[in-house]
Nanobody, 126 residues
Framework: QVQLVESGGGLVQAGGSLRLSCAAS????????MAWFRQPPGKEREFVAA????????YYVDSVKGRFTISRDNAKNTVYLQMNSLKPEDTAVYYC???????????????????WGQGTQVTVSA
């Protein structure tokens, strides 16, 4: 069974930065696309960013382009989300997720992912 454990969330002022990490168990991490989603208070979960299984291809929701960067270190079984210039509207619980199938490029739909972490809270104060 695959386990995903997020860390790095917290409280930050607007304009600040945080780096989220998601550590995955198992030996096949490097063959799966990974993604970050978030769920703002009172809203549905939404796509944030995804990265191809091998890296090198990434996708972002328009609202975070130029501010967030997704990356991965396959040797460490870890995917990261560097978040800069944070805004109050970035406040949410952030989740990492693993693709259902191997060797994918990544998807924006949450239904393409079948393993999820427990989430980490990010709060951005004005």
């Amino acid at each position: 069974q695959v386990q995903l454990v997020e860390s790095g969330g917290g409280l930050v002022q607007a304009g600040g930065s945080l780096r989220l990490s998601c550590a995955a168990s198992g030996r096949t991490f490097s063959t799966y696309a990974m993604a970050w989603f978030r769920q703002p208070p009172g809203k549905e979960r939404e796509f944030v960013a995804a990265i191809r299984w091998s890296g090198g291809l990434t996708y972002y929701v328009d609202s975070v382009k130029g501010r967030f960067t997704i990356s991965r270190d396959n040797a460490k079984n870890t995917v990261y989300l560097q978040m800069n210039s944070l805004k109050p509207e970035d406040t949410a619980v952030y989740y990492c997720a693993r693709d259902r199938a191997q060797y994918g490029d990544g998807w924006t739909s949450q239904y393409e992912y079948n393993y999820w972490g427990q989430g980490t809270q990010v709060t951005v104060s004005a």
